[in-house]
């Protein structure tokens, strides 16, 4: 069974950090992408960070470059998203998710398995 495990969401101060994890199982780890989208209450999903666990290439939004990092752990089967200097609009539901096709990383649709989420809240 394919499972994608999203963990360490929560509430956190504009300036903050949180790194938020991605657990996987049930397919080939290390011949995937994955991906971190988010949804604001609202508005349409978005693509933030992707990672190709087969070269290690990383593709960014423009809206996270310098602030989010992405890492992925091979041996664990986990990606981790570090995200820094939050910001209000940052709050969002942020899911991970994988796709065979690393050309494909921003595209959310070409997404072969996806994640239940797990809640990021940036509020004073």
């Known amino acids: 069974e394919v499972q994608l495990a999203e963990s360490g969401g929560g509430v956190v101060r504009p300036g903050g950090s949180l790194r938020l994890s991605c657990a996987a199982s049930?397919?080939?780890?290390?011949?995937?992408?994955i991906g971190w989208f988010r949804q604001a209450p609202g508005k349409e999903r978005e693509g933030v960070l992707c990672i190709s666990n087969s070269d290690g290439h990383i593709d960014y939004a423009d809206s996270v470059k310098g602030r989010f990092t992405i890492s992925s752990d091979n041996v664990k089967n986990t990606v981790y998203l570090q995200m820094n200097s939050l910001k209000p609009e940052d709050t969002a539901v942020y899911y991970c998710?994988?796709?065979?096709?690393?050309?494909?990383?921003?595209?959310?649709?070409?997404?072969?398995?996806w994640g239940q989420g797990t809640q990021v809240t940036v509020s004073s």
């Open positions: 049930g397919f080939p780890f290390d011949d995937y992408a």
């Open positions: 998710a994988a796709v065979y096709n690393p050309i494909l990383c921003s595209v959310s649709v070409a997404y072969d398995y």
